[in-house]
Protein backbone atom coordinates (compact mmCIF):
# COMPACT_ATOMS: atom_id res chain seq x y z
CA UNK A 1 0.00 0.00 0.00
CA UNK A 2 1.23 3.40 -0.53
CA UNK A 3 2.23 5.84 2.44
CA UNK A 4 -0.30 8.35 1.22
CA UNK A 5 -3.15 5.86 1.16
CA UNK A 6 -2.03 4.34 4.99
CA UNK A 7 -2.01 7.70 6.08
CA UNK A 8 -5.25 8.22 5.49
CA UNK A 9 -6.19 5.05 7.31
CA UNK A 10 -4.38 6.26 10.26
CA UNK A 11 -6.11 9.10 10.39
CA UNK A 12 -9.30 7.88 9.90
CA UNK A 13 -8.57 5.21 12.83
CA UNK A 14 -7.52 7.78 15.19
CA UNK A 15 -10.71 10.01 15.15
CA UNK A 16 -12.65 6.53 15.45
CA UNK A 17 -10.45 5.15 18.03
CA UNK A 18 -10.43 8.32 20.38
CA UNK A 19 -13.37 9.36 19.72
CA UNK A 20 -12.69 12.93 18.83
CA UNK A 21 -15.53 14.82 17.68
CA UNK A 22 -14.30 18.21 16.85
CA UNK A 23 -11.70 16.66 14.18
CA UNK A 24 -12.41 15.09 11.15
CA UNK A 25 -9.33 12.83 9.65
CA UNK A 26 -8.59 15.55 6.77
CA UNK A 27 -8.10 18.10 9.22
CA UNK A 28 -5.19 16.17 10.44
CA UNK A 29 -2.07 17.28 8.52
CA UNK A 30 0.31 13.95 8.03
CA UNK A 31 3.37 15.87 9.47
CA UNK A 32 1.33 17.55 12.48
CA UNK A 33 2.00 16.99 16.16
CA UNK A 34 0.19 14.40 17.48
CA UNK A 35 0.74 15.55 21.12
CA UNK A 36 0.92 18.73 22.48
CA UNK A 37 0.30 22.11 20.25
CA UNK A 38 -0.97 19.21 17.39
CA UNK A 39 -3.34 17.21 17.77
CA UNK A 40 -3.06 17.14 21.70
CA UNK A 41 -3.29 13.54 22.38
CA UNK A 42 -1.90 12.36 25.70
CA UNK A 43 -0.44 9.29 27.21
CA UNK A 44 -3.71 7.53 27.36
CA UNK A 45 -4.62 8.19 23.86
CA UNK A 46 -0.85 6.94 22.71
CA UNK A 47 -2.09 3.40 24.25
CA UNK A 48 -5.59 3.19 22.61
CA UNK A 49 -4.05 4.42 19.65
CA UNK A 50 -1.05 1.59 20.07
CA UNK A 51 -3.66 -0.93 20.61
CA UNK A 52 -5.70 0.19 17.70
CA UNK A 53 -2.72 -0.10 15.07
CA UNK A 54 -1.90 -3.96 16.88
CA UNK A 55 -5.20 -5.11 16.17
CA UNK A 56 -5.53 -3.41 12.92
CA UNK A 57 -1.92 -3.57 10.95
CA UNK A 58 -0.54 -6.79 13.52
CA UNK A 59 2.08 -4.18 14.36
CA UNK A 60 3.47 -3.84 18.39
CA UNK A 61 4.79 -0.89 19.83
CA UNK A 62 7.14 -1.79 22.22
CA UNK A 63 7.62 0.30 26.02
CA UNK A 64 10.70 2.17 24.72
CA UNK A 65 9.73 5.96 25.59
CA UNK A 66 12.32 7.24 23.11
CA UNK A 67 11.40 5.26 20.34
CA UNK A 68 7.81 5.44 20.55
CA UNK A 69 8.42 9.44 20.76
CA UNK A 70 9.25 8.94 17.36
CA UNK A 71 7.02 6.79 16.31
CA UNK A 72 4.16 8.70 17.27
CA UNK A 73 5.36 12.24 16.19
CA UNK A 74 3.27 12.59 13.20
CA UNK A 75 0.52 10.44 11.08
CA UNK A 76 3.50 9.72 8.78
CA UNK A 77 5.56 8.57 11.57
CA UNK A 78 3.02 6.36 12.39
CA UNK A 79 2.62 4.99 8.70
CA UNK A 80 6.09 4.76 8.03
CA UNK A 81 6.22 2.48 11.31
CA UNK A 82 3.33 0.54 10.48
CA UNK A 83 4.97 -0.06 6.63
CA UNK A 84 8.04 -1.11 8.00
CA UNK A 85 6.36 -3.52 10.89
CA UNK A 86 3.70 -5.13 8.89
CA UNK A 87 3.75 -8.89 8.62
CA UNK A 88 3.87 -9.97 4.98
Known amino acids: MELAGLEAEIKKLIVETLMLEDVTPEEIGSLDPLFGDGLGLDSI????????????????????????????????ALATFVEEQRPR
Open 45 to 76: DALELALALEGRYGVSVQEDAEQNERIFASVR
